[in-house]
């Protein structure tokens, strides 16, 4: 007899997590004397009734990152990082765990909790609740017992300090300040400090909602590959990004003796610096009583800088040489010291392209000086000797996840630093730093808590004695459940590529949200996202990933991330102080973006908030509900997001002019970009017809799934509306862009003709003419090579696919010459990187070329899901995928799994399938001859049981034999080849 099932019921109202109906919820955080970098721990001793045997739950609600122990054990020993991420000022996030064996009836018990503050420390979010990070909701139900987060809690600083936003930065583990058994009932607490309280009525705007999706995880280890002892440096300065402007960095003259030269000045990024830090250029003039008399060059874009200044020209920098210099004339000239803030430079389109800004000045003499002073740095000398004890950790594979290192020796006192690194000759990137104490003994071990990296080498600096391989260890971290999706075939490239694009996408996918990278920005950006969708939904048990994580768009819609008259220190967080209007207002600033407060527009990411990108990024709000819809068949995910997808095409609406097409609401580009980071470049200008193309095809293909997806919610009032008002937009497009005669839209780029005929805008009568414009860019034109980024590139291999053209995706999947995925692999890379030219990117694990990943399990395998379709499945052997003779694979279904293995010989063509239980699909057999030559099962395929012959069909020109197939495992063969 099998064990009896049970379920329970969450907290569903802010009264159930009072001790009883009477008392007034409270949330527990640490005393103001505790900063809000150091990670506290909270307990609470009790004694359990006798009489209290069975199921007991913590429901545990934290701002904040929490580990729950319950008489010294974890209550989730095999889950990290918890909760989820969500938008803070809106919703809190708590877990359940059933602890029934971890407590002691009739004895002493404590629930321990070490905290951190998280995400509440993200610049985005560390308003409202977020402030008082961290703070914890606790709520044990036990048979006739019940506590709650009261007045009595105890709290005090823990041995970590978690540095950085969020969970970036790292932790500081100091082992002189270990307390031991501090979570077991028989620790003595009366020196702990008293927790403060805080109402949860306090915050009658949050939600406190279950963490329903899978926690984050540590899903495998990665070894270390080798220790070797650093013998010169290497360099810790951080690599600027491509995708964000992060502002000047301070001027870095060093006086030299004074000549008759005018002086130099150029900004940087300082070593060590991250994103959430920047800092403006300071112009000086280095003697007292010297003012600067002149700007004789200044330029976006920082020259060579081992040359002397007399020799900088604007070369290749951006051409705004008269603009800049005017605007660093009317800020420095007559001055003795200038400070030059591009935040009120932001017109200028060169200071988001270029970052740094090289100035050449001149004096005036005051009384008594000689000459002006050149101080242009000198050319870097010798590299300075490491410390001693430093070594270099090159770890098996770049993952996301943590690292711990083991069995450790130092006196006791000992700082050791550990400094984290994507790229071969870089010790330190984006302030992934990290460091150990040692405590009395002289003995210890690191490990990661409430941080996490992007990680391939670790730079440890002040061990006295290299580290044995064997004690250092990584975690990978993803929040993703174990993979249900498979797929191999033929070609060594394209098998390749399919598990690259599986170990790309679960080191994206910590913490509760697809991020861009790991480690720069760690956003949720909807545009990343989209590439990945398709091909987490036939991989992965994502339903309940996806459901939380578009509820984080709606959560974001129209939010701000600051309150009024407050900002954060990096432009990309969205908030600023005068002279421009925060967006609490307005988010039409020059060069920033974000969201119009109170409107309907969805932010780039969620729940993050701040970063650039356009309709196509906050489409996944309707793409991603469609999806999941079409693989799990459950409409709930459509009911959810229906509202958010109505207010932003209301939003979309207000900002349609008569033309009948979507125009800019202000002057960013990092609000409408285009196809971003193709091979020929990223499509940023603002008004440009192919920023207008792009994003009004983008607006009409969800605009045409809103109408689809009211059909299906039953209301045909709005179902005709947004069909009648995609058909208007496609008309406008044509008017705008579209050539009847040529089948041309703007140009003859790939993304051009491919995102009309994807949204469903080219008309009939001129679809073949744009068809073979695209055809023949691949195959002519780009020589078999792709020219999309990020959106293009998914859009193209969704339009490729489901048109039956695995040619024409084979073509561009086979090369290994740049710009390739093969050529990623060539170059030795086991992630995507950021972009086609690897040089200029700055992530080597990235969300923006995972679109390839929706072809493998669907286009070649073959297997289709789309719940609004019947059959729901259909299988269809990817055969005209160029020179490919088999394939097998598997992805979940409506009903369960379906598999798919396929084989073609000279003289025959085998496919082997399954239908799961209460499933029906379409099968496609490839046959000359209909369904002569056709069998299952050894038996002609007209006499097979469960299956009903439908006709014949075409697909890419290759016939095709239609069946009906009931749930089952069929051998189906014929003897068709190529």
Not at 260 to 276: E, Q
Not at 437 to 456: D, Q, V
Request: net charge negative.
């Amino acid at each position: 007899m099998s064990a009896p099932a049970m379920f329970s019921m969450g907290i569903l109202s802010p009264a159930d997590w009072g001790s009883d109906s009477d008392a007034a919820p409270l949330l527990v955080g640490p005393t103001a004397d505790i900063p809000k970098a150091t990670c506290p721990w909270f307990r609470k001793t009790f004694t359990l009734p006798p009489t209290a045997t069975g199921t007991a739950l913590v429901y545990l609600a934290s701002v904040g990152f929490q580990e729950l122990y319950v008489n010294g054990a974890p209550a989730a020993p095999d889950s990290v990082l918890l909760p989820s991420v969500s938008y803070l000022p809106k919703r809190v996030l708590y877990r359940t765990y059933n602890v029934s064996a971890l407590l002691n009836p009739g004895q002493p018990n404590v629930l321990a909790i070490w905290a951190a503050a998280g995400w509440g420390t993200y610049p985005d979010m560390d308003h409202g609740i977020a402030t008082n990070a961290p703070l914890i909701l606790a709520k044990l139900v036990a048979p006739g017992f019940t506590l709650t987060t009261d007045a009595t809690w105890k709290v005090a600083p823990s041995n970590v300090i978690s540095t950085g936003g969020g969970p970036g930065g790292g932790d500081s583990l100091d082992d002189s300040k270990a307390v031991p058994d501090w979570n077991t009932a028989t620790f003595d607490d009366s020196k702990w400090a008293v927790a403060v309280t805080h109402p949860l009525s306090s915050y009658p705007n949050v939600t406190i909602s279950a963490d329903a999706m899978e926690p984050t995880r540590r899903e495998s280890v990665v070894p270390a590959a080798s220790v070797t002892m650093v013998a010169t440096p290497t360099s810790p300065e951080p690599v600027i990004p491509q995708e964000e402007w992060w502002g000047p960095s301070s001027l870095r003259p060093k006086p030299a003796p004074r000549v008759p030269a005018p002086f130099c000045g150029y900004s940087g990024l300082d070593p060590g610096g991250t994103t959430t830090n920047y800092e403006k250029l300071q112009l000086s003039c280095p003697t007292s009583g010297d003012s600067i008399a002149s700007i004789d060059f200044a330029v976006w874009g920082v020259p060579d800088v081992s040359e002397s200044c007399s020799s900088w020209t604007a070369g290749d920098k951006c051409g705004s040489v008269p603009a800049t210099t005017k605007w660093v004339e009317s800020e420095c000239v007559g001055k003795p010291t200038c400070t030059l803030d591009p935040i009120h430079h932001q017109g200028d389109p060169c200071v988001g392209k270029f970052k740094k800004l090289a100035v050449i000045a001149t004096c005036k003499i005051g009384p008594g000086n000689a000459t002006a002073i050149n101080t242009l740095p000198p050319p870097p000398g010798p590299p300075t000797p490491p410390p001693p004890g430093t070594w270099l950790v090159t770890m098996a594979e770049l993952y996301t996840g943590w690292f711990e290192v083991h069995n450790m020796t130092a006196p006791p006192g000992t700082t050791v630093k550990f400094q984290v690194s994507t790229t071969v000759g870089k010790t330190l990137e984006f302030g992934m730093q990290d460091s150990y104490t040692f405590g009395p003994s002289g003995r210890g071990s690191f490990r990661m808590r409430f941080a996490y990296h992007e990680i391939h080498f670790i730079t440890i600096t002040g061990l006295p004695t290299a580290p044995n391989p064997k004690d250092i260890v990584g975690y990978r971290l993803t929040s993703l459940g174990d993979r249900v999706g498979d797929f191999e075939c033929s070609s060594e490239l394209i098998s390749t590529m399919y598990s690259t694009t599986v170990n790309n996408y679960r080191g994206l996918t910590t913490g509760g949200m697809s991020v861009d990278c790991p480690h720069r920005e760690r956003r949720g950006y909807g545009g990343d996202g989209h590439t990945s969708y398709q091909f987490a939904l036939a991989n992965y048990p994502v339903g309940a990933f996806f459901n939380k994580w578009t509820r984080d768009f709606a959560d974001v819609q129209g939010a701000s991330p600051c309150p009024p008259g407050t900002r954060t220190q990096h432009p990309t967080h969205c908030c600023f102080t005068p002279p421009f209007t925060p967006f609490t207002v307005y988010a039409g600033v020059p060069g920033g973006f974000g969201t119009p407060a109170g409107t309907g527009l969805v932010p780039n990411t969620a729940p993050t908030v701040g970063g650039g990108g356009g309709p196509a990024w906050g489409a996944y709000v309707v793409n991603n509900p469609w999806q999941t819809y079409n693989t799990f068949g459950d409409t709930t995910i459509l009911e959810d997001m229906y509202p958010t997808m109505v207010k932003l095409l209301a939003f979309y609406a207000s900002h349609t002019q008569d033309d009948g097409l979507l125009h800019p609401w202000d002057s960013s580009q990092w609000d409408f970009l285009g196809d971003w980071i193709t091979p020929h470049g990223s499509e940023s200008k603002v008004n440009s017809p192919e920023n207008l193309l792009f994003n009004n095809c983008i607006l009409h293909y969800i605009t045409t799934l809103v109408s689809r997806i009211s059909g299906i919610l039953g209301d045909s009032t709005a179902e005709a509306k947004y069909a009648a008002d995609a058909a208007a937009r496609a008309v406008a497009i044509n008017k705008a862009f579209g050539n009847a005669s040529t089948g041309v839209f703007v140009d003859m780029l790939q993304t051009h003709a491919v995102m009309p005929l994807a949204t469903g805008v080219v008309p009939p009568e001129v679809a073949p003419k744009t068809w073979s414009n695209l055809a023949h860019q691949i195959t002519v034109v780009n020589t078999g090579h792709l020219d999309t980024g990020l959106t293009g590139t998914y859009f193209m291999t969704k339009l490729l696919m489901e048109a039956g053209r695995n040619d024409l995706i084979f073509t561009y999947a086979n090369k290994t010459d740049f710009p390739s995925y093969g050529h990623f692999l060539a170059l030795g890379y086991t992630t995507w990187p950021e972009q086609w030219d690897v040089a200029n990117g700055q992530s080597l694990m990235h969300g923006c070329y995972n679109a390839i990943g929706l072809w493998f399990v669907e286009g070649v395998a073959g297997i289709r899901v789309h719940a609004s379709e019947y059959p729901s499945l259909t299988i269809r052997a990817g055969v005209d995928a160029g020179d490919i003779t088999w394939a097998r694979g598997q992805r979940l279904a409506l009903h369960g799994m379906a598999f798919s293995s396929w084989t073609l010989s000279s003289h025959r063509f085998s496919h082997n399938i399954t239908v799961p239980a209460g499933g029906v699909a379409k099968v496609l057999i490839p046959s000359a001859n209909g369904a002569t030559g056709v069998t299952e099962g050894g038996v002609a395929v007209g006499s097979a049981v469960g299956v009903t012959v439908l006709g014949v069909t075409t697909v890419n020109k290759l016939n095709y034999l239609a069946l009906q197939v009931l749930a089952g495992t069929y051998s189906f063969a014929s003897t068709w080849s190529r």
